[in-house]
Each structure stands twice: as C-alpha cells, then as structure tokens.
C-alpha cells in the first residue's frame, strides 16, 4: 500500500541594512544566521505536531467522551490505556534498554514509547504515582533537552510550543486551567516505531540559508550597496503512516 503527502515549501527571510552591516559592533550577521536556523527546526518540528494532533486514535481524561467534555487533568488510568492500545496494536516501542547502574537511587529504563506534549503538563505528570523524573535515570542518556522523566513504559517530552486548544473543553472551575471558563484541552501524543514519516526534499538536512550582504554595484535596484538580505528555504511534508501505531491523550490541567 502507497501513503502518499503533498510536499510543501517553507521559508522566510529578514532584512538588515549597510548601516548594522558597517557599523554595529555585535556579530549581528551571526546571530541573525543562527535565529534562521532556530526558525527552520522549529517550522519543522510545528509541522509534524500538526500531523501528529490530527490523528484519529484518541483517549479523553476521565468521564469525558469527547473533546468539548473534557474537565478531569491526566492520570495513570489514561497513560496506562494507551500504552495498552499501542500494545494491542503491535506498536514497537521506540527506545532501548538502558541498564541499571551502581548510583543510589537509579532506576533502568525499559524500551518506551515516546509521548510529547505541552509542558503544562509536567505538574501533573509528576503528581502521578510511579513516576520518575530523568534525574533518576540510570543511564543519563536523554532523548531531547525537553524529556522530563518516565512512566511505565512511556518516555516525556515537553515543550512551550506544542500546543493546546484553548477553552475547547467542559465549563470548569476555578482549579482548572482554562479560557472563558471552558478547561483549555491538552493533548499528549504518544506512538511507536514508524507511527508516522516525515519527507525533506534533498534528504535531512533540507533547510537551505542563504545571505546577501550588501555591496555597491551590483545592480541598479541597490547601486550604493545599502540592502542585504538572510533567507532561508525549504521543502518539506509529513503523514502519519499507522493511526493504530499513535495515540493522543487529551486532557486538562491543574491550575497551580
């Protein structure tokens, strides 16, 4: 069978002047440089949340049934049925043993799903019990900057913009995070191996930069050289190969 994605191209640019090029005593040119590839990985990684979200294999926190009755935080009851469901699916966890080691209080970390979400979140994963948080790794050995910690068979990610659907849950109270009274919704999206693909044109590194520094007499739109410009391109598409194989947990959260 044939999963087929429309590849899309991504960009953006800034400009800066002879004037910052001449006369500004910070490595602006750098930093600009540096900001474009920051924007290039995260238009990335934004567009693979999109896919993921989107996905039809769902679990709801608590009673709720649907997204618009959502009001009860995250809790094991959840996690645990997700990991069933990937399991019942065949889903291949992703990460691999990591052996205990000699320190007090390490604990060995079994093969895992990976599950990512919004760091709102972390409050109330670490109120569950059994979690552990990555200090208490064996191994230190992290998936990402942003992993927090495990539970059960389940590694976190955690990151500001992997977002939430404000005020898109139940009528709340005042322990409940939420926009217009409504619990703001929070998914959690957890999968296995081959869950889903992602195609860059021209292979991994796809995200081209490119500067135009401004010079005198090159052509006639800038004959005095004053306009330079950093850009940066890209051709990029992702699809979600197996619905059985990624599941999304949404919730709400506690307010603190």
């Known amino acids: 069978e044939h999963i087929t994605s429309v590849i899309q191209q991504f960009g953006a640019w800034v400009a800066f002047t002879d004037v910052v090029a001449d006369t500004h005593e910070d490595p602006t040119l750098s930093v600009l ?35 618009a009755t959502v009001a009860a935080p995250i809790d094991s009851d959840s996690l645990r049925l997700a990991q069933r469901t990937l399991k019942v699916a065949l889903a291949k ?19 895992a799903f990976v599950a990512i ?9 670490r109120g569950i019990s059994g979690f ?28 500001p913009h992997f ?17 217009g009274g409504n619990a703001d919704v929070y998914p959690l999206v957890i999968f296995g191996q081959d869950a889903f693909a992602a195609t860059p044109l021209k292979g991994m590194e796809s995200a081209r930069v490119v500067v135009k520094n401004p010079t005198m007499g090159q052509s006639y739109e800038d004959p005095l050289g004053q306009r330079g410009f950093l850009a940066w391109k890209m051709w990029y598409a992702a ?18």
């Not at 590839?37 to 049934?65: C, D, F, H, P």
């Not at 927090?148 to 389940?154: A, F, M, P, V």
């Not at 699809?239 to 603190?256: D, F, G, K, P, Q």
């Open 163 to 179: 977002t939430y659907f404000a005020g898109a849950g139940a009528a709340v109270g005042a322990g409940i995070l939420n926009t």
């Open 117 to 125: 979400g919004h760091t709102n979140l972390e409050q109330d994963l």
């Open 33 to 67: 440089t540096q900001l474009a590839g920051e924007q290039a990985a995260r238009t990335k990684e934004q567009i693979l949340w999109n896919m993921m979200v989107a996905g039809t294999n769902v679990i709801y926190s608590g009673s709720a049934t649907s997204r």
């Open 93 to 111: 966890p992703i990460t691999k043993m990591l052996d205990a080691s000699v320190k007090v209080a390490t604990q060995p970390v079994a093969p």
């Open 239 to 256: 699809t979600r190969l197996n619905e059985a194989w990624i599941v999304r947990v949404e919730s709400a959260v506690t307010a603190l």
């Open 132 to 159: 552990v948080p990555r200090e208490h790794y064996s191994n230190t050995t992290l998936l990402s900057e942003y992993e927090i910690g495990k539970y059960e068979d389940l590694r976190f990610i955690l990151a």
